[in-house]
């Protein structure tokens, strides 16, 4: 049993990260392993140290490359820098939130699946609109749930996959803003035939974000998902909001809601007390306002 841990970066400091993932991997029934920080052209010094630190490790390596266009490109880097039969991908900004979190891949790999998504949570913090909006998501969508549509709302946080599923399929190079590059991806998997598997095996976000930042990446998100084609935005469950509001002749109600008072929820959700209700509306009107 062998195993490449990549992390991809882009001025994202990850030495914890990858020193819990040593310390798991270290007392692992895997026979052969690495772990990867590839890094995406970082500028940051603090990240260049943090990268170089963790390199100091056995079986660590940090890998410089140019700086990708967009993820989806990134993404398809990956795997030619592994030399393993399998491949777990993990975001630079989160931490496992198990001790066991390698030893529970492990167990997976022995079974006839392709991926395995083991998901993604947080802590919820009061007036942290990202923590918010993650915490309440895990709760929504346990992995009973996920297994039941496994391609719907697609994410690639946190991700285990045989090396040679890549050789199959690859993210779409196409998407050139932030957002929706792991939906549109799982709209390729599900093309393919892949056996993809959801089990309780998170990571949590590493929070340094502000509200304001968190609402202006779903605001490029939003349009990124407005340009995927008919197939992938099918995997959206936003999308199939606002296409069963377009179907019942509500989405011009609340398009209008988003003209009158967009402005005013977008200055609740960037201050210290933001809500989630109030998110929802926000995306749901932006969106149907970009279709």
Not at 67 to 74: L, T
Not at 245 to 256: A, E, I, P
Request: one cysteine or more.
């Amino acid at each position: 049993m062998t195993l490449s841990v990549i992390i991809p970066s882009r001025d994202m400091p990850c030495y914890p990260l990858v020193e819990e993932l040593h310390r798991q991997l270290t007392s692992s029934k895997v026979d052969d392993w690495e772990i990867i920080v590839a890094d995406d052209g970082s500028d940051s010094i603090e990240a260049k140290y943090s990268f170089d630190k963790a390199r100091q490790l056995p079986c660590v390596r940090w890998e410089v490359l140019s700086k990708s266009r967009n993820r989806g490109e990134m993404r398809n880097r990956l795997p030619g820098l592994a030399r393993y039969e399998w491949l777990l991908e993990i975001n630079s900004n989160v931490m496992p939130v198990s001790k066991d979190f390698i030893s529970s891949y492990v167990v997976e790999i022995q079974k006839n699946v392709d991926v395995v998504c083991g998901g993604v949570t947080s802590m919820y913090i009061a007036g942290n609109l990202r923590a918010m909006d993650e915490s309440d998501y895990a709760k929504r969508h346990s992995s009973e749930e996920r297994n039941s549509n496994p391609f719907l709302s697609f994410r690639n946080t946190n991700v285990l996959a045989r090396k040679d599923v890549y050789s199959k399929v690859r993210y779409d190079e196409s998407i050139r803003e932030y957002g929706y590059e792991d939906l549109a991806f799982g709209a390729v998997l599900k093309r393919a035939g892949m056996i993809v598997h959801y089990i309780d095996n998170p990571v949590k976000y590493v929070l340094d974000e502000s509200n304001a930042t968190y609402v202006e990446k779903t605001e490029t998100a939003l349009h990124t998902l407005s340009r995927l084609s008919a197939e992938q935005q099918s995997l959206s469950v936003l999308h199939r909001w606002a296409e069963t509001l377009r179907c019942c002749g509500l989405s011009g109600v609340v398009v209008l809601w988003h003209y009158l008072f967009s402005t005013i929820e977008r200055k609740s959700l960037c201050g210290h007390h933001p809500r989630l209700w109030v998110f929802r509306i926000y995306k749901l009107g932006y969106y149907l306002s970009l279709t």
